[in-house]
């Protein structure tokens, strides 16, 4: 029996983070976790592997088809997937070391095991046979989340496979296709579309993305078919059957009526995530969960036991590590008697695709069902100095900013490097700036950041390198009883 501050169930970003801090402010904390290595689905099986798959595609298809009209000849790239796996399997390597290091530098005691709650105050954590009860003040529960089924269909992580499998394929697919046009089914989707493969996405919806502002999401679209992408919106899996070597897919329109069969070599069923709550003993210990089976918490992520908490994919909320991780700090720095807080107001959301899709706050389709007055300002890369000469002019910056305040509500981006564009958004709105603040802040010329001051600009109608057609039209105001029609913002104007 052993006696803590703090145990912590899971050692995803929420967990090792929130350990991390705990210790930081002086508690004796343990973290259990079930896997072999620490850091969860982030680090074994999500951001980080998808995002070295991510990268090496792009040089990949760089090398293919990019370089040449710069000047740069080289013979066809020849693909060594083996070797492509080995260079993901080192990136996460090296970050989950860096995890071990991180909890044995401030003395947090990892425990490897499964763990449950006997009740308020105590866990058990079973290994191989073996069986340790750990004491403590409180609990944090930091399970994460598991891949979301798909009724009907088998995931076998051969042919059939969730995202995990999809980062470890041993061959690129002739033709895959991806169910589910969010985040996981374009960022998966473009990597094995990059090596090769014919992808098809079958989306539920009407459109891609859900949740990111619509206008974004169409124009996301438009590039991903430039790029042979295909796409099956308002449509809906209903079975995949084995046929010899090929898979035979059964697509029918979400609203019902007549479906097509569509071959496939391997399906990608990327339709979600679940909270993860498999035998912690929940319901035994007397720990809420939602219709969803979300862990219910309050603003404090308090769960309905006294002295247990959870935080990250386990509870509601965006499932992101970066969520994740700020309700760790936050838990851990009121179980200290501070007061942590999360902003879910501007939490960025990025899409590592080539261009990348980045955004934070309020989508227009958000302030317009909201009935609040508000004003667009839009930039292109096409106008922008730097985009041009690199040639890399896919893309806008789009400003969504109060009409009465003139306080930024939104910035969503199209375009290379905008996941890392957006965090000069995520600052000026966790001051609270409005669009002038940004239109008027020195940006380094040239960069593609300038695009941002510019979309600022555009707000007030004044942007410096924007042709005025465009101009005329972007700028503009909107509210309730304006929708849809463009007005002077200016008396000037
Ligand atoms: P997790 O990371 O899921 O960690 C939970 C841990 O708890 C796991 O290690 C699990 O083994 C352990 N556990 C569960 N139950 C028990 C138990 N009873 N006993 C002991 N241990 C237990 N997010 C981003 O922000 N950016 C990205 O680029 C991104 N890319 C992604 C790509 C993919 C393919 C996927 C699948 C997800 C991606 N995500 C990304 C989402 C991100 O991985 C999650 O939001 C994040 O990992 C959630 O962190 P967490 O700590 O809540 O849970
Ligand atoms: P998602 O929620 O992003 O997208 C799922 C998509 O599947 C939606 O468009 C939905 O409408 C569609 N869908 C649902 N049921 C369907 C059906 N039966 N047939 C066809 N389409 C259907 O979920 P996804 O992509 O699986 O990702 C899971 C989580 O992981 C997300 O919440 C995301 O936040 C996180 N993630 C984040 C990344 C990032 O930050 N870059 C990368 C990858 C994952």
Redesign the pocket.
Known sequence: MANYDLVIIGAGPGGYVCAVRAAQLGMKVAIVEKNRSLGGTCLNV??MP?KALLHASEMFEEAGHGLGKMGIALAPPKLELAKMMEFKQQGIDGNVKGIDYLMKKNKIDVVKGRARILKAGQVEVTADGTRELLDCRNIVLATG?A??P??GITIDEKRVVS?TGALSLGKVPGKLVV?????????LGSVWRRLGAEVVV????DR????MDSEIARQFQRILEKQGMTFRLA???VSVEEAGAALKVRVEP?AGGAGAVLDADVVLV????IPYTEGLGLAEAGVAIDERGRVVTDAHFATSVKGIYAIGDVVAG????HKAEDEGVAVAEILAGQAGHVNYDVIP????TQPEVACVGKSEDDVKAAGIAYVVGKFPFTANGRSKVNQTTDGLVKVVADAATDRVLGVHIIGREAGEMIHEAVVLMEFGGSAEDLARSCHAHPTRSEAIKEAALTVAKRAIHMWHSFQLLEGRVLCPSLQGRPAALNADS
């Open positions: 999500g951001c998808s989340s891949v979301a798909l009724k995202s169910v589910g046009a969010g985040v996981i089914g374009l960022e079958v989306e539920f919806l891609i993305l859900p949740g449509s809906k899996v979400a990327a339709i979600g995530r965006p499932m992101l590590a959301g990025v899409v590592y």
